[in-house]
C-alpha cells in the first residue's frame, strides 16, 4: 500500500519559508533540523516539508529548476482549503504572498483563489468541495 506523505519544497532559506507558512495559513510547526536545511509543518493528513537548495542538491546529481518568486510558477500547485478564502488569501498576501488571481466562484460553487508564495510556488486558495 502506498500513502502521499509529504511534500517537499526547495527553497533558499528553510526557516522564513516555515514562518511564512505559519503567519500566512496558521500552519504548526513540526520540526527545523539543528543546521536549518530541512524543517516540516502540520497541515493536515500530508506533511508539508522544506529543504534548502543545497541539501536538495546533494540529493540530485543533475540539479533541478529552482522556484523563483515573480517568474511563472511551476505547473503544479498546492490547495489549501478554507471556509474563509478572502480571509486567508489577504492574509497571505499581508505576510508576503504576491496575488496572481482574486477569488472566483466556480461554476460548482467552490470559491477559488491563487496566490505565488514567498518562494514563487502556486498555491490556491479554496472552498472545501
Known amino acids: 500500500m502506498v500513502k502521499f506523505g509529504?511534500?517537499?519544497?526547495?527553497?533558499?532559506?528553510v526557516v522564513e519559508s516555515i514562518e511564512f507558512y505559519e503567519k500566512a495559513f496558521g500552519f504548526k510547526r513540526k520540526f527545523i533540523t539543528p543546521e536549518n536545511n530541512y524543517g516540516e509543518l502540520l497541515s493536515g493528513d500530508t506533511t508539508l516539508s522544506f529543504a534548502d537548495i543545497h541539501?536538495?542538491?546533494?540529493?540530485l546529481s543533475n540539479g533541478f529548476k529552482e522556484s523563483l518568486k515573480g517568474e511563472k510558477p511551476f505547473?503544479?500547485?498546492l490547495g489549501f482549503t478554507t471556509e474563509n478564502v478572502e480571509l486567508i488569501f489577504n492574509q497571505a498576501v499581508e505576510m508576503g504572498a504576491t496575488p496572481l488571481e482574486k477569488i472566483k466562484i466556480k461554476p460548482w460553487g467552490q470559491a477559488v483563489a491563487y496566490v505565488q508564495d514567498i518562494n514563487g510556488f502556486l498555491i490556491e486558495i479554496?472552498?472545501?468541495m
Open 126 to 128: 479554496c472552498s472545501p
Open 75 to 77: 505547473g503544479i500547485e
Open 55 to 59: 541539501l536538495a542538491n546533494s540529493n
Open 6 to 13: 509529504y511534500t517537499i519544497l526547495y527553497v533558499k532559506d
